[in-house]
């Protein structure tokens, strides 16, 4: 891993951006505040559920016109949007020093593996253990679907993790989130799609508090977190970066 300082922003629900020394990456964005600078910028969209995908962020082009656009191929695109890689399941692209693989999701779309400036961010979109009360052959099935996709990713080093932590699947909130700990080991894991359930984050954090991952409790919306290495050292978290607000 390079020299690296890394801020990280929670904007909302499974929203975040991500800032390195060249880059901006945006995933997810619903709602909120966003500031964009004049870095080489990528906006991330895992599928076309509204709280994962608002279509303003076409209009970000028209400020910027370098922004590029890495979408799941469900989503519709205007014609006059320019630099959009629409990705399906399983593919891979390179684009301005990033490199992208496509992973599936166990509802619609896709979810994004990110290798930029050394860093390895994981953003699941709704790729998740949805363990919802249901008859035991669909509970069996989603199991089955979640594990699988899952499996697909042992082997592969992710520094970060965004991953849903669901407080609807009430006792079940944070099943697919320690088993996605459990095979893949990320160093870091920050919780989303809670909305504004922000006691779930702080209760699968003190719930994980002996995993060799650590989890990031999201306390506030605009929280800004703040990362850092030095040559071959791990990723550092900043606890006295980790910033509330004004």
């Known amino acids: 891993m390079e020299n690296l300082n890394i801020k990280i922003n929670y904007l909302y629900h499974s929203g975040f951006s991500v800032e390195t020394e060249h880059h901006v990456l945006v995933f ?11 870095k080489v910028t990528f906006i991330f969209s895992s599928h076309s559920h509204p709280d994962h995908f608002n279509p303003v962020i076409f209009e970000w082009q028209k400020r910027r016109p370098a922004t590029q656009y890495i979408l799941s191929s469900d989503i ?24 992208v693989k496509a992973y599936n999701s166990t509802d619609i779309g896709v979810s994004f593996l990110v290798e930029c400036e050394g860093l390895r961010l994981f953003h699941a979109g709704d790729l998740n253990w949805w363990y919802w009360r249901d008859t035991p052959e669909e509970m069996v099935k989603a199991e089955k679907g979640f594990k699988d996709e899952i499996k697909k990713l042992k082997g592969e080093q992710i520094d970060i993790a965004f991953f849903p932590v669901d407080p609807r699947l009430e006792e079940n909130y944070s099943a697919g989130a320690e088993h996605f700990i459990q095979e893949i080991h990320p160093q870091f894991l920050i919780p989303m799609h809670f909305a504004d359930d922000l006691q779930v984050s702080k209760t699968f954090a003190q719930k994980m508090t002996d995993s060799p991952t650590k989890v990031i409790e999201i306390t506030h919306q605009g929280q800004q977190l703040n990362f850092s290495s030095t040559g071959n050292t791990r990723l550092l978290f900043n606890v006295a970066g980790n910033q509330c607000p004004d």
Request: aromatic share 6%.
């Open 28 to 38: 997810d964005y619903y709602r909120g505040p966003i500031q964009l600078n004049d």
């Open 76 to 99: 519709p695109v205007p014609p006059t949007v320019n630099h959009v890689h629409s990705l399906a399941p399983n593919e891979v692209i390179t684009v301005d020093g990033l490199k």
